[in-house]
């Protein structure tokens, strides 16, 4: 009895490891081993990015031309998130860079070198294979690679590198590009927020606008903020209070725009100095998302 016992154990063991290998070939992409490190498979038609990222300067809206050097500086976050950064200041193109990479990356085992074509990477990026994108690409790699920062996301903490490594082959165009496996902690269920990629490229160059689209993307219940705050997470350039807040307005009016274009209710008004923000997600967004008010910081 014990030994019929144990072999009707053993098949149904077999069984539900053969129904778990079923179930992940029918993933998109090559079916991994159930004890690698992955990212979260989200959908083709949404980003994924770490809510800390969303909700601080890191991926600023910042005006072209020269790029400052941060040398060890705390950035503007909401309360609750610490991001301390060495290197170029980072963009909202960077973003669309690193964005990219992460949804090549989640088919396969992170921290594994992953290997993508320039091509493929533009057109991801919605943008045309031509010389000028590839070397706005390897210049974007470049700045994502040779940085470092402290990340402190709720229990979580990272300290590294956006990028671990980077090489192309020069003739076929080929990267080899490697994630350190000890971000996977930043995109734990509840630390991540999936962005709808159509708005954020309608958005294409405006950086503010994208900024703002993914900072209230990251909010299930955007809470009234002020302007200068809303400038000052954004990593804003411009010491013009005016101007400053007439780009916010025009800025606001895009997503407003881009978003109901798209089926992604977004509304806002100001009275006084607060914006006020209410939205609607719909389509393929499951997010993770925050809905208690938390007080700016940096």
Known sequence: ?????????????????????EKRASLPGVPLPLNVTQLPLWPEPVRAVPNSFLRSALFGAIAKGRRRYINGEDLA??????IRYKGERLDQGDLDVWESVLHVVRLQELGSQCRVTSYALLKLMGKTDTGK???????????????????KQGRHSYIGSLIAFAAKDEKTQEWV???????????ASDQFTQIEWAVRRALDGHQLA????????????????????LLKLAGSEDSNPRSAQQ???????????ASE??????????????VHVKKRATGAQRRHLISKPRKPRG
């Not at 590839?134 to 402290?150: D, F, G, K, P």
């Not at 590009?177 to 902690?185: G, S, T, V």
């Not at 780009?247 to 725009?257: G, H, I, N, W």
């Not at 274009?261 to 607060?274: K, N, P, Q, T, V």
């Open 177 to 187: 590009i490697e994630l350190d496996a000890r971000l996977r902690p930043l995109f």
């Open 77 to 82: 976050a909401i309360d609750g998130i610490t």
């Open 1 to 21: 009895m014990n030994t019929a016992h144990a072999l009707l154990s053993r098949v149904d063991e077999i069984r539900a490891l053969a129904r778990e290998r």
């Open 247 to 257: 780009t916010l307005r025009k800025a606001l009016d895009a997503v407003a725009e």
């Open 210 to 229: 994208q900024w703002l689209h993914g900072f209230y993307a990251s909010h299930a219940k955007p809470f009234p903020m002020r302007m200068e705050t």
């Open 133 to 151: 994108n590839r070397a706005t690409l390897q210049a974007r790699i470049e700045r994502l690679v040779a940085n470092a920062l402290t990340v």
């Open 261 to 274: 274009a798209r089926g992604e209710g977004f509304s806002y008004a100001i009275r006084g100095d607060l």
